[in-house]
Each structure stands twice: as C-alpha cells, then as structure tokens.
C-alpha cells in the first residue's frame, strides 16, 4: 500500500493547500477507509470564513462521507470493500453523557474535521464504532447521511407530533432535512429565509407548505395568518445567526418549544417576563446519534426522502481548492457541494 496520499488542508482561515501526507495507521479498534464522495457543510464554510466554533488551524475538514473498507481490523460484521458512512463525532463512553446514552454530546467530544482531523484526504482510519452499514445506497446518499441525521435529531428533541406548526428558519441543507423530517413526523412545515430563491425550492420540492421573508413581510404577522393566531408551537433555528436566534423567541406559541440546532459564537438574549408568560422551552440540538443514522437511511430506502435533491454542484477533489470561496456566494445557488475522490 502506498506510503503518502493527497490531503487538502485548511491551514487558516480563507486558504487551503493540497498536501502530501501519511496514511493513516490501523490501530486497535480502528477500520481504515477509502474516501470516495464528500460532502460539503455549513462547518467546513465557517472554518473556511474563520467563524466556526471549537475550531484551530490546520485541520482537515470534511465529516460527511461516503467510503468503503479497505482493512476491517476488529470491526464486528463489516468486510473489506464494503461500501458505507460513519458517525463523525467520536466519544470517550465514560462521561456523563455516554453513560445516559447520549454519546453526541459527550463531555470529550472529538467531531472529525473540527475538534480533530477530517475525512478531505484519500484514507481516514475511524473508530470500529462508528460505522454505519451503507445499506445497498449510493456513494452519494451515504455522503447525505449525516447532514441529514442532524434535521432528524431536532425534530426527535422537539418531540414533534403530527398535525402541529413547526417553523424552521433556516433553508439551507440542515434546515432542509429538518424540515423534510418535521413533515415526516406529520407536522404542517413553515420555512423561513431571507433568500427566496431557497424559500422557492422549499415550495417546489415540497418540503414546507408555507414561506416567510422576514426581511419582506412582518414575520409574527404572517405566522398569526398562518396558525389562526395561535404560533408555531415548535421553533427551530437552522441558521447559526445571532439575529435570527434572538428573533426566534417572538415565534414561540404558549406553551412551545424553541430548539437551537443552528450554533453561534455570540451570547443570545431572552425577554425573560415575554420567555416566562409562555411557559416556553429551550434546548439545544446537537449532532446526531446511531438512530437517527438508520431513519435517515431506512427514509431514503423508502424514497420518503430524496437525495438528489440537494446536490447542486459536483467538483473532483483536485477542484476544490479554487471552487471552495464560490460556494460560500449566495448568487451562486449552493444547497450541497459534492466532492468526488
């Protein structure tokens, strides 16, 4: 096997450089992955801005990938060549959080391509834990995965049950697949973006069945039109913005819930008497866990949810270097970049 493969590496931000660099050594319970698809998130922009929390230079970026086996090592029920994603967000199993089962949020956290280093080189040895059987899908919709996985944990942390209003803002792909699951779950799906041109694709596709503007229209105005007065009785930021997270508030119905998947680098700002009189509640959602993983997959199996939908540009490797700052254009359209090895 070869000695060096090509990396890309986001030495600071706004620069990357194409790099020789080691293969990764098969340790005790570690699987050693080819990388084959990419793809491209809302992390890897903000790394590449200089605004992503938790985050240092050098680093590797990419968690969303499709890849296929190259040495198993002790990996239970997985073979060589077998074609599959993994759960990028390594845990240490002792902390409170891994002992509650809620190992996303582990005290130790360590998410490849922002705590430690990612999957845009040609080999990544993982934890044997983390994989994620591929199920028979495309290298394309396994690279879906996880972005995906992250809209289904928010609406499992809602608790959202059918027939209620749930506005998302957010229209990019994290906001998407939350909304797609929030319609999944039964609930009547409100899409809110200062971009129409993606509030549009939302109305096109199917996924909400119903728009806001907040920079066209009075948004509290429209959400009272919307649900007879009473407000959305889930909230979710997809955004990441300061703004609009302390916007959010003012949405929530009596008695709702407002769920931050969306992460920001700021303090946010709570009206506490208008917060209290609601009897509203706040969370975090953050990252996903193995049973989101499969009700992404077993969904695409069912073509409850479609891939394609999200992939509007697809680059080679070697391109990405020069391609990268153009994804971050709105004028340009990007859902989803998808980088091929």
């Not at 996880?146 to 209620?164: D, F, M, T, W």
Request: hydrophobic share 40%; charged share 20%.
């Amino acid at each position: 096997m070869m000695k060096y493969m090509r990396t890309l590496v986001c030495t600071r931000p706004g620069e990357f450089a194409y790099m020789d660099t080691s293969m990764p050594l098969l340790e005790r319970g570690y699987t050693l992955l080819k990388v084959n698809k990419i793809g491209i998130c809302g992390t890897d922009l903000h790394a590449f801005e200089g605004t992503q929390p938790y985050f240092t230079y050098p680093r590797i970026l990419g968690h969303e990938l499709a890849a296929e086996i190259v040495e198993p090592g002790d990996a239970v029920d997985f073979v060589r060549g077998e074609k599959l994603t993994f759960i990028p967000y390594f845990h240490c199993g002792i902390c409170i959080a891994c002992r509650n089962g809620k190992q996303n949020c582990c005290s130790s956290i360590q998410v490849a391509g922002v705590h430690i280093d990612g999957g845009m080189r040609e080999y990544i040895s993982v934890p044997s834990y983390s994989l994620v059987h591929g199920a028979g899908l495309s290298d394309e919709e396994l690279a879906l995965v996880e972005p995906l996985a992250i809209g289904a944990h928010g609406i499992r942390r809602a608790g959202v049950r059918a027939g209620e209003f749930v506005l998302v803002m957010g229209a990019g792909p994290i906001g998407l697949g939350t909304m797609e699951f929030a319609k999944i779950a039964g609930a009547k799906v409100i899409a809110m973006d200062i971009n129409d041109t993606r509030l549009a694709f939302c109305m096109e596709k199917g996924i909400a069945s119903y728009t806001i503007n907040p920079l066209l229209e009075n948004g509290i105005e429209k959400l009272r039109d919307i649900t007879a007065g009473d407000m959305p009785t889930v909230v979710i930021d997809a955004t990441g913005s300061l703004q609009a997270i302390n916007n959010g508030f003012q949405y929530i119905a009596h008695g709702g819930r407002y769920v931050l998947i969306g992460l920001q680098k700021g303090d946010i700002s709570i009206h506490h008497p208008e917060f209290h009189k609601r009897e509203a509640t706040l969370m975090s959602s953050r990252n996903a866990g193995r049973t989101d993983f499969e009700q992404v997959i077993a969904n695409m199996k069912t073509g409850l949810i479609q891939p394609a939908n999200y992939i509007t540009h697809r680059v080679n490797f070697a391109e990405v270097k020069d391609q990268f700052a153009s994804w971050l254009l709105p004028e340009n359209g990007v859902i989803k970049a998808m980088v091929a090895m």
